[in-house]
């Protein structure tokens, strides 16, 4: 009995030794391979998160009144709405552009949207709005378009930095030559960032609106079945003045609290994943070529999983430990765009069981 207890505990301690010798090499494996990761792990350690926002509560029902919604909000209801214009930089997000203006079209004055034939990171690309305007023939007489030309010759290190803020001063100017004037409502947003129409009625009717907010938005990746959180704040709603810039950046302390959805990467096509991965931000993401394969991207895109296989950017290990792993499926299409719904067999890949993207 005794012998016998001996070799268990012997055999016990080998394999332990064992595995701990296996787990040793294979962090050293991981410490290679993944350097980002484990800087990002411990992210909680070494960053400092933004300061915190001041939520303004949003609140909202189909039958309430104007004058009892502007109210509860501490404002008052305006004797005339004002101009609404919603100023986009456009890269290819066709599908969620059409969204957008049809989720905002009641109230929007002009549609700004900009497009160049080059992106941010200097590779060219073709003017996908120009070339499916026909698409938005229902917005035509609300569209102010603006292309800007880029040209940079060959083998010429861009900054993508320079490069948008260039594109943000033609976009300041091609804001003002669309009529805007004091006073009036401007949406500073990305494509994917669309408010909810009632939130812009909202603002459209009431007086005594903060000059700046930020507007809160529920996080989406790859379509409306993958609910991340609601931590989206970059898009604005501006009081229009001379002084008002186009910046996607954090603006004030002010947010209004669940103003719409920010959908990231919800393409069609998985031709469109692999034109967003290299030729927009983060290019820098896609570490092995194996990143780019179809098969590899659809199974991500199906099991709520990253693209880049990166952690959640996270400022507590409870925050970070909590979002782990894939996004949790959700069934609901339920407070939703409404031409997304009014048009799900079009849109199905948006919407729940919709996750299989065809080639292009
Ligand atoms: C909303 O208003 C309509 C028409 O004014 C009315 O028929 C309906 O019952 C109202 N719905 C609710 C939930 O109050
Ligand atoms: C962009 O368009 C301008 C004007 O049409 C042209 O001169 C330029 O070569 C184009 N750039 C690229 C990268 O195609």
Known sequence: MDSKRNVTKRGFTKYTFLVLLVLISLSFIAVFDHTQNITSFFRPLWDTPPSPFEYIPHYYAENASMNKLCNLHGWSLSSEPRNVFDAILFNNELDLLELRWRE???YVTKFIILESNMTFTGIPKPLTFALNRERFAFAEEKIS????????????????????????????????????????????????????????????????????LHLEMRNYVYSFEFPVDYNSWRATAHMYSRWTQYRHSRQTDLILSDAGWHCSFCFRHLSEFVTK????????????????????????????????????????FKNLIGKMGSVPRSASAVHLPAYLIENAEKFKFLLPGGCQRSLE
């Open 104 to 106: 905002l079209y009641p």
């Open 145 to 212: 378009y603006g292309f800007l030309p880029l040209e940079i010759p060959h083998g010429v290190q861009v900054d993508p930095f320079l490069v948008e803020s260039h594109h943000r001063s033609i976009m300041n100017e091609l804001i003002r030559r669309s009529g805007i004037t004091d006073g009036d409502l401007l949406i500073v947003s990305d494509t994917d960032e669309i408010p909810s129409s009632h939130t812009v009625k909202l603002l459209k009717s009431c007086d005594g609106l903060p000059t700046v």
């Open 277 to 316: 991965m290299t030729a927009y931000s983060h290019a820098d993401r896609v570490k092995k070529k194996d990143y780019l394969d179809y098969s590899r991207i659809q199974k991500k895109i199906c099991g709520g999983d990253d693209l880049y296989g990166m952690l959640p950017e996270e400022y507590t």
